[in-house]
């Protein structure tokens, strides 16, 4: 297995610029301009590592590949909520992530969409063994050497956990997971190494986890773009909830939200543009001297900005889950079924389409609302999501009564006027289920949520394109398209150690 594709992979924040090369030779880090610098003047100093991890966080809304479609984890967040049925686009528009929403892409070894994700996740895993490997041998003051490690930990099992869910079969609670899963490359060489089980795979996500926990634990960060020790008990619950680990799902999310009270209906309705909103645990703030305009995420999923992809095919709630909420409910109050949106004073150049959402609003340096810019603040992680994977996992885990403690604390806040939940057994986890797609809907998670529950994909009967969609409205649980097939390159690099996923 290689790190494939980039030549100059830019991890670097503010002015200083550090490049590494992972070239298809597998050139090992060249020395080369001035912005760029050999991996030991990198990890030579505790302030260059430093700058290494802020790199590997800018990265995760920076535009890479030259393409403005490929900005980092924000473009993938928008692959993965498209090949769902909750996000809607009523037209193709300037075609943006069309090829992704009719599923071209996840079967097309040659796709660049396809290619993307894993090659964005890997360049990750490949800094953070660049720091896990380096920083013990760094002079310098030991706490803050444990927090670069422990951030670093926090993003290498990240970006295995996304590439296990995107370029793996779907993990089986109690199965013996043995089904092809990734590559687990924990150093910095280029040899090519076989796939290894998916079991391993979580095996090795869980260590790095629990490894960053105890590293950042009482440890301070310098604002929510980074990870701390919540955060971290946040993947954790995610990744008990994938793997069927109700018990410990449960836990961890009630302790990665203390300390992040939900917001309230007026903060809900002011455009998802602030980490300063309490109950946001982790997002990236982009900013206007970094700004990249039509590539940054409000440029996509804004209901304001200015751009063609906006004013053409502006994003669009699937009415049946719409129909699901009482209008005393926020979160139905950010989508206008008219589509006029009249409170936002849209130009006569935007189209209007019926359940557009304008849960996302961009604004400007100055925080105010703002159809001249794409800039806003990238929700990763909110509270909102570690309470709706407390009731999950307390309800699966036959904790039924406990689980609605939660969920009508949380359904409460929402919706004021909610009487609290009457169903039970499945009607009742599938009541939680559904509260998640509405609340979550736009932030990345409605395909991995199919995927991990083995859900179809039903489309049909809402309120799609025929054209947008190519008329792909259902695809089957199980069916091999769920998981993604690996890059091409990835496997002609590999020299057969790699194998390919089932057509």
């Not at 680990?245 to 009630?254: D, G, V």
């Not at 309120?463 to 409205?473: E, K, Q, R």
């Not at 695809?475 to 091409?488: N, Y």
Request: proline share 4%; glycine share 6%.
């Amino acid at each position: 297995m290689k790190f494939i594709n980039k030549k100059t992979l830019l991890f670097a924040a503010a002015s200083l610029m550090l490049s590494m090369t992972a070239s298809c030779e597998r050139d090992y880090l060249e020395t080369g301009p001035t912005d760029a610098v050999s991996e030991q003047l990198a990890t030579s100093s505790i302030a260059n590592i430093n700058t290494i991890i802020n790199g590997m966080h800018r990265n995760m809304h920076y535009r890479q590949n030259s393409s403005q479609g490929q900005n980092g984890a924000t473009g993938i967040m928008i692959y993965m909520d498209v090949m769902g049925e909750d996000l809607i686009f009523p037209a193709t528009g300037p075609n943006w992530y069309v090829s992704t929403i009719r599923w071209l892409d996840n079967a097309n070894p040659n796709s660049g969409n396809l290619f993307y994700p894993y090659d964005f996740y890997y360049e990750q895993i490949r800094m953070a063994n660049i720091v896990i490997n380096n920083t013990p041998a760094v002079t310098g003051d030991q706490t803050e050497k444990d927090r670069l490690m422990g951030e670093a930990y926090a993003f290498r099992a990240q970006s295995y956990f996304m590439l296990a869910q995107i370029y793996a079969k779907r993990y089986v609670a109690g199965g013996n997971n043995a089904q092809l899963g990734l590559p687990l490359r924990f150093d910095n060489s280029f040899e090519p190494i076989p796939r290894s089980t998916l079991e391993e795979v979580y095996t090795a996500i869980n260590n790095d986890l629990l490894q960053s926990f105890t590293l950042l634990t009482g440890k301070t960060r310098s604002n929510k773009s980074h990870f701390n020790s919540n955060v971290v008990k946040g993947l954790m619950a995610r990744v008990a909830l994938v793997q069927g680990r109700y018990p410990e799902a449960a836990t961890y999310a009630k302790e990665a939200r203390q300390g992040f009270a939900l917001m309230s209906n007026a903060t809900f309705k002011t455009g998802f543009n602030s980490y300063a909103s309490g109950e946001w645990m982790w997002g990236y703030k982009p900013l206007d001297t970094t700004s990249d305009y039509f590539g940054n995420f409000m440029a996509y999923m804004s209901r304001n900005y200015n751009s063609s992809q906006i004013r053409q095919a502006p994003k669009v709630v699937n009415n049946l889950l719409y129909a699901k909420f009482a209008t005393t409910d926020v979160r139905t109050q950010v989508i206008d079924p008219t589509g006029a949106h009249t409170s936002l004073n849209l130009p006569s150049t935007y189209s209007k389409f019926p359940y557009t959402s304008q849960k996302f609003l961009s604004v400007n340096s100055s925080g105010t609302i703002d159809n001249s810019t794409s800039l806003g603040d990238i929700p990763f992680m909110r509270a909102a999501e570690m309470y709706l994977i407390e009731a999950e996992a307390l309800a699966r885990d036959s904790k039924e009564p406990q689980s609605k403690i939660v969920f009508n604390e949380f359904e409460k806040n929402r919706n004021p006027a909610y009487a609290g939940a009457t169903t039970t057994g499945q009607a009742y986890i599938d009541e939680v289920l559904t509260s998640r797609r509405l609340e979550l809907w736009g932030e990345g998670f409605r395909f991995l949520d199919l995927k991990r529950l083995n859900l179809p994909l039903d489309r049909t009967g809402a309120n799609h394109s025929a054209v947008v969609t190519n008329n792909l409205l259902q695809v089957p649980a199980g069916d091999p398209r769920w998981t993604w097939l690996i890059p091409q390159d990835e496997i002609d690099a590999s020299k057969g150690l790699v194998k390919q996923n089932d057509l």
